[in-house]
């Protein structure tokens, strides 16, 4: 076990002195209901019918031509899936579904003031949309197969439209998450060499309405700086006619989406047949690293897999209301309101605001208003709502059959919470633990077979072969109550392709650790790490403890430690900055910032409050520090390197173990003094 003064592995120890929860069956209703309730698929998706068992996925999808090899491991770990089939990503969430289901919707979005209407698309409606806004980037815009697009949106409809959109002819989509900074969205725009932002005049949160197409001007400006020419930008309205933003439209690089939408009305653009290894979009994620990496999906697998684990996780079926209440702007979102739900014909809720707005009640009043039936989100929203409003699910006559909880841990008394309450002992729920990278889930309990267990993921997902290894790469066997490094043992159809333009990078990042022969082809080779530190109970089921790099998860939102330090040395008087997370009840963890001046620099409340407004203007308001030290030191090991974990423990309390070892181990104290006063926490 590591101890807290090495800078190696992280909370992994709380994974020993967790307890073991108990086990909770299904209701049989839900088992007489699921899409999935064959014990045969743990069969079928056995190792030794690994990799022609996910045809099972693929086979849910309609494609133009069929595939002739499975998995090609020619190029490790550059894994090839489905290759020779070709589909189309926006015709198999649109169009094929429109002879049976045409007047159903597609998508019901709720606007966040309570007294503005909903938006129905019905299935027809979708894809007009999606035919028309794709002649305005075809034609109007002029973009091709295989060119980027930037998305900056909020939850507004034009967003899936728009991704449907750039799927429908091949464009990579790159959608920014509507609440990063202008200065973080010209940095993915600069990455992914993309010419054209779409975005929109304004959209409500938390009462008020923003102002987003203020935040392009700034985005082309910040883009211009990075060697990046943004040629158009096209803004949706969120009222045709009706201009919110006080920006101005620049004249021949700025346009009203609405407008251009005229032209081609009623026009249908034809989908592209797409190789099922061509590149569908781009999700850029937070790393270890300061600069973060652009994830890059295929079309085929990907698609194929959130197909697949929407139907027998979710258990999504086309009669179902399914609301993730999550952003679009991530991963979550794109596979789990968009691609995975649309692809099974189901009705996707998509919300635009807060959670608590305008009262605790609000979720609840959408589900019941709507029939959702299946409701999926974080910890973190969980956490707010059951903190705001713990009883307000009983005032509601809504009822689910299942829920989905992603994207940290859960406490398993928050589960609780979650189970009885939310879902009124009758929903069942899957803790699914997965990433950015992994394109779906992939360790989930499948609802009708396993039972839950409070704050543990379950075991890995068919198909995925989860192994645990401690530093030195040796295999912590299940029940040891030990942590380690979890990863997974073999390629699965929705792991992404590469890092978008440094392929290097992903191979360093993934599998130098754990790679047993660089030189092999065979998959058994390559072990993917995930970057999180897991124990694996001795029933099998995985419990996820959180990340062990420097990658901290603030509600939910994956934010790195290098990038926040980057962001505090924009403030001309730092000479050094750590970011480490501190546990919020709440948010799960909530950054916190140690600084040290440059020489002669006194500190003061202002040099703490630029930094704030820094990490704010840079990364975006979400990233936001708890609190900023200015201390006279970072403690540091001998070879120079900042000892984050001893800060960290100090932040949290906890004992921050041997320091004898550090270059300066008498800063350590003086910084504790500072942060905790005279709490005697470490002796
Ligand atoms: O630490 C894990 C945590 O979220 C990280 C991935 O974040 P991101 O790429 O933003 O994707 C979030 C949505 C999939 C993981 O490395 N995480 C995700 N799901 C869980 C989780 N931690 C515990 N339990 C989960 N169910």
Redesign the pocket.
């Known amino acids: 076990m590591p101890t807290a003064g090495s800078d190696s592995t992280s909370e992994t120890e709380i994974g020993v002195y967790w307890k073991e929860e108990e086990l909770i069956h299904p209701p049989t209703r839900f088992i007489a209901q699921a899409n999935m309730a064959d014990p045969n698929i743990f069969e079928r998706f056995k190792e030794e019918n690994f990799p022609e068992c996910f045809k099972e996925y693929a086979d849910l999808l309609s494609w133009d031509r069929y595939w002739s090899t499975t998995l090609d491991t020619s190029n490790p770990p550059f894994w090839k899936w489905f290759v020779g089939g070709k589909l189309n990503a926006s015709y198999n969430c649109v169009d094929r579904h429109l002879r049976k289901y045409k007047n159903k919707a597609a998508i019901i979005w709720i606007p966040e003031q309570e007294d503005e209407p909903d938006q129905v698309l019905t299935y027809q409606e979708l894809h007009n949309r999606v035919n028309e806004f794709a002649l305005v980037l075809r034609d109007f815009a002029g973009l091709k197969k295989g060119d980027r697009v930037t998305f900056h949106l909020p939850m507004i409809p034009a967003l899936p439209i728009s991704m449907l959109a750039a799927a429908r002819l091949g464009i990579i989509h790159n959608q920014v998450f509507g609440g990063f900074s202008a200065k973080a969205c010209a940095e993915r725009i600069q990455d992914s060499e993309s010419h054209v932002l779409v975005t929109c005049d304004g959209y409500c949160r938390n009462g008020q309405l923003l102002d987003k197409k203020m935040d392009a001007d700034l985005t082309v400006e910040e883009a211009k700086k990075l060697g990046s020419d943004v040629k158009k930008v096209l803004v949706w309205r969120r009222y045709p006619d009706k201009y919110l933003s006080k920006s101005p439209m620049v004249a021949g690089r700025d346009y009203f989406i609405d407008d251009l939408l005229k032209e081609f009305r009623g026009k249908r653009a034809e989908p592209v047949s797409m190789d099922a290894e061509d590149p569908l979009f781009l999700m850029y994620?937070s790393g270890s690293t300061g600069r973060p990496k652009g994830c890059q999906h295929r079309t085929g697998g990907y698609l194929a897999y959130v197909a697949g684990t929407s139907k027998y996780v979710q258990d999504i079926h086309p009669e179902d209301v399914y609301w993730c209440f999550a952003d679009i702007g991530?991963?979550?979102g794109h596979s789990y309101i968009v691609y995975g739900p649309l692809s099974l014909a189901a009705t996707t809720v998509m919300y635009e605001g807060v959670p608590l707005f305008p009262d605790a009640g609000r979720p609840w009043r959408i589900a019941e208003r709507l029939g959702v039936d299946i409701f999926h989100t974080a910890p973190t929203t969980i956490r707010m709502m059951r903190k705001a409003g713990s009883n307000e699910p009983k005032k509601y006559n809504y009822h689910f059959k299942c829920m989905t909880?992603?994207?940290?841990?859960?406490e398993p008394e928050v589960w609780r919470w979650y189970y009885y309450v939310v879902g009124k002992g009758e929903a069942i729920i899957t803790?699914?633990?997965?990433?950015?990278e992994s394109g779906g889930f992939l360790c989930s309990t499948l609802p009708a077979l396993q039972p839950m267990k409070p704050g543990s993921?379950g075991t890995g997902m068919p198909g995925i072969y989860p192994v645990i290894y401690d530093d030195g790469g040796k295999e912590i066997r299940r029940g040891q109550g030990r942590a380690g490094n979890i990863c997974i043992r073999n390629p699965w159809p929705g792991i992404m392709q590469t890092i978008w333009g440094d392929p290097e990078r992903f191979v360093r990042q993934y599998y130098s650790k754990y790679c047993m022969n660089p030189n092999s082809t065979n998959w058994k080779d390559w072990p993917w790490m995930?970057?999180?530190g897991a124990v694996q109970a001795e029933d099998g089921y995985y419990r996820?403890l959180?990340?062990i790099d420097d990658v901290i998860?603030v509600a939910g939102h994956?934010l790195g430690t290098k990038e926040l330090e980057n962001a505090s040395l924009t403030t001309p008087e730092i000479s050094e900055a750590a970011a480490i997370a501190l546990t919020d009840e709440l948010r799960g963890h909530v950054p916190v910032i140690y600084a040290s001046l440059k020489p002669g620099i006194i500190p003061s409340k202002e040099i703490a409050e630029k930094v704030v407004a820094n990490i704010a203007k840079e990364l975006g308001p979400i990233a936001k520090p708890r609190a900023v030290y200015l201390v006279p030191d970072l403690p540091k090991t001998r070879s120079g390197k900042i000892m984050r974990r001893v800060l960290a423990s100090i932040s949290n309390s906890k004992d921050y173990g041997d320091i004898t070892t550090l270059a300066n181990p008498d800063i350590v104290e003086t910084i504790r003094k500072m942060v905790q006063g005279d709490k005697a926490v470490n002796k």
């Open positions: 994620s991530w991963i979550t909880t992603v994207g940290e841990p859960i803790d699914t633990w997965w990433l950015t993921a995930a970057g999180d996820i959180g990340r998860k994956r």
